[in-house]
């Protein structure tokens, strides 16, 4: 408690606690703007679209950092073939600092690597929740997108982040498990902790046409059974060989196939999101601070 009450103040010491500046503010705000990416469950690329998206949105300009939040079978480093010495779990042990543990990604993407297969990861306390908060906002004026890779399905780590993120994107591919398990996701998400407006991308889909298919079977579930949730097609991405061979190569998509059909898809959506404000509270940090402290 005490280490929370001293975080809180030093907060509102800062120009970014400013009860008379607009929540909304627009997506230029020195703020960051943070965006977790989610799936139901495993195997629907939900890593891969975080990579790409990544790299689409810094070839658009904006400085992106990646956190690998699946704490305890992290995928960025190895999807991008990186060797990092140290991890978030040296974050969380006081050992390093932010900056000591951040690795270089394609173009200007900045990497936070996770620590596979240790299982007390998959587990924040409290006092760690609180460490990674403060850890995080030093990173304001260096950050635009902040790009939050959860884990798969809905463990109390993957809820925390979403619930601290602004914006909360689904990837969902036209397996019927995956959009039973996606709607299990979005469930939790509304009836427990009130949370009303998803974005949602089909992943591995034939075209466009089956990728708002696979949307409108879940936007027709959730609207018949969670009243006033809001679900936004996001974009899709198309079934390319290009895909699973960028993973052999350990590369992004963007870099080694940059004009295959997958790599413009990725480039629409980040394009959208450029295009489009945050939805949400306006400032990773209050968002966090109001939901955990209750402010």
């Known amino acids: 408690m005490d280490q929370a009450l001293g975080l809180k103040g030093k907060m509102k010491g800062r120009d970014l606690w400013d009860d008379n500046r607009p929540l ?91 620590s596979s297969g240790v299982q007390e990861l998959t587990r924040l306390s409290d ?29 109390d780590t993957v809820l925390y982040f979403n619930l601290a993120a602004q914006e909360k994107v689904v990837v969902v591919t036209p397996e019927p498990t995956s959009l039973t398990d996606a709607y299990a996701f979005i469930k939790v998400m509304y009836t427990k902790h009130g949370e009303r407006s998803f974005k949602i991308v089909t992943n591995n889909v034939a075209d466009e046409r ?3 298919m696979v949307f409108g079977k879940i936007s027709r579930v959730a609207d018949h059974f969670l009243d006033g949730l809001s679900l936004d097609f996001l974009g899709w991405i198309p079934r390319d060989p290009s895909i699973p061979e960028s993973v052999r190569r350990q590369q992004a998509l963007l870099a080694a196939f940059p004009g295959a059909p997958a790599a413009k898809a990725f480039m629409d959506i980040a394009k959208r999101i450029t295009r489009e404000p945050p939805t949400g509270l306006r400032g990773n940090i209050q968002f966090f601070w109001r939901r955990l402290l209750n402010v």
């Open 24 to 114: 909304n503010a627009p997506f230029g705000d020195k703020s960051i703007r943070t965006i977790a990416v989610s799936s139901g469950k495993g195997g629907v690329g939900k890593s891969n679209v975080v990579v790409n998206l990544a790299l689409a949105l810094d070839r658009l300009g904006q400085r992106v950092l990646i956190l690998d939040a699946d704490l305890g079978l992290a995928n960025v480093d190895v999807l991008l073939g990186l060797a990092p010495s140290f991890n978030i779990s040296h974050v969380l042990d006081g050992s390093k600092r932010f900056e000591e543990v951040l690795v270089p990604g394609p173009g200007s993407v900045r990497v936070m690597p996770a």
């Open 210 to 212: 089956e990728g708002r």
């Open 127 to 155: 006092d760690q929740k609180l460490l990674l908060v403060d850890l995080l906002d030093e990173l304001e004026s260096d950050v635009d997108v902040l790009l939050i890779d959860t884990g798969a399905g809905i463990s």
